[in-house]
């Protein structure tokens, strides 16, 4: 069973670092966010990650990908709160 408050930390830390993301012009800064959220990908709730990654093992750990798979991500969670 995956906690309301994983779920919440998560959003939380993903909510935060796409915000920056979003804006953000600098290159390095984009990247040191896709590492901080691919380093809590591997940390987070097994159960809740597989749950958001729909299976794919590459979710949010790609970098050309990686701003369509946090949005995805915080959708989701969005739902489960």
């Known amino acids: 069973m995956i906690s309301r408050e994983s779920i ?5 830390f993903f909510h935060q670092k796409e915000r920056i993301y979003r804006y953000s012009t600098m290159p390095w800064q984009r990247d040191d966010i896709e590492y901080a959220i691919d380093d809590y990908s ?4 097994p159960e809740l990650y597989e749950l958001i990654s729909g299976g794919r093992t590459d979710f949010l750990r790609s ?3 990686f701003h369509e798979d946090i949005l995805s991500a915080m959708e989701q969670m969005e739902h489960m709160l």
């Open 63 to 65: 970098h050309t990908r």
């Open 42 to 45: 591997h940390q987070m709730s």
């Open 8 to 12: 919440e930390c998560a959003y939380s």
